[in-house]
């Protein structure tokens, strides 16, 4: 049985920096793109971050280009986001996706929900101002 479990969210204050894991089991997604969304209450889940398989490539939402960081550990199957400089805006429900495919994503396939095949339960992050 595949499993995403996502951790390191919790309460900050603004301005302040958080990192959050993605370990996967059951399978592994050293070949696979993946990815971080969030769903803040009452909106739909948005897009904030993905990497390719080898970390080469990454892609982020314009909302956290240059406060957030994604990286993978392949050796470990994990995947990382690190946030500085949060904003109360950026309070959510991190979600942690993963590609079933070993293909190539383009800038537009990254942001899609639908792209993805696996999703962990999330993790809460709350931004205090």
């Known amino acids: 049985q595949v499993q995403l479990v996502e951790s390191g969210g919790g309460l900050v204050q603004a301005g302040g920096s958080l990192r959050l894991s993605c370990v996967a089991s059951g399978r592994t997604f050293s070949s696979n793109s ?3 969304f969030r769903q803040a ?18 892609y982020y939402a314009d909302s956290v280009k240059g406060r ?9 199957n994990t995947l990382f986001l690190q946030m ?7 309070t959510a429900v991190y979600y942690c996706a993963a590609d079933a495919n070993s293909r190539p994503m383009y800038s537009d396939q990254v942001k899609k ?17």
């Open 68 to 76: 957030f960081t994604i990286s993978r550990e392949n050796a470990k």
């Open 113 to 129: 929900l639908n792209e993805y095949d696996f999703w962990g339960q999330g993790t809460q992050v709350t931004v205090s101002s």
């Open 41 to 58: 209450p009452g909106k739909e889940r948005e897009f904030v971050a993905a990497i390719s398989w080898s970390g080469r490539f990454t």
């Open 34 to 36: 993946m990815g971080w």
């Open 84 to 90: 500085n400089s949060l904003k109360p805006q950026d």
